[in-house]
């Protein structure tokens, strides 16, 4: 006969399993290539707008959008990258570069994460931004419903 201690155990057991196989990764990430008539030569400063992270649901992914980010005209990659601590996910955005264009344009990266159980996320997307010559990060909330 089961004892209350062998359920216990085994519910932990279950859990273990099903949590162990959910682990978050990036399913996709693509980018728009050089946003029409937005390429600028030289130091000048593309008219993008302001940067914008916008996430949305769909099933137990998210799909996040970064609107408006400024990089050099001919990158070998807009690469994304994903870290995770329990529900904290890090995204850092970057460009890859062999040989630069002298040249900006604007851009649109999106970004599909996968992997997901039922909870509440703290999202922090970061990338290097061209107008203040450094890290730019904004935090946002979703949350995944069971």
């Known amino acids: 006969m089961k004892t209350p201690k062998d359920l216990k155990y085994a519910l932990l057991i279950l859990l273990f399993l099903y949590t162990a196989g959910c682990q978050p990764y990036i399913q996709e ?30 099933g137990n992914s998210i799909h996040i ?9 001919c990158p ?5 990258t994903l870290t995770t601590n329990g529900y904290n996910l890090k995204l850092v955005e970057k460009e ?7 040249c900006l ?11 997901l159980i039922p909870g509440e996320y703290t999202v922090e997307f970061c ?3 061209y107008e203040i010559q450094g890290e730019l990060c904004k935090t946002i909330t979703v949350i995944v419903a069971d």
């Open 96 to 102: 890859i570069l062999t040989m630069p264009c002298d």
């Open 127 to 129: 990338w290097e931004d």
């Open 65 to 73: 959008t970064h609107l408006n980010v400024t990089y050099n005209c």
């Open 76 to 80: 070998d990659d807009i690469e994304v």
């Open 29 to 58: 990430y693509s980018n728009s290539g050089c946003l029409d008539d937005s390429s600028v030569d030289g130091e000048e400063y593309p008219p993008c707008g302001e940067d914008e992270i916008i996430a949305e649901m769909e």
């Open 105 to 115: 344009c604007c851009y649109n990266v999106e970004t599909e994460i996968a992997g």
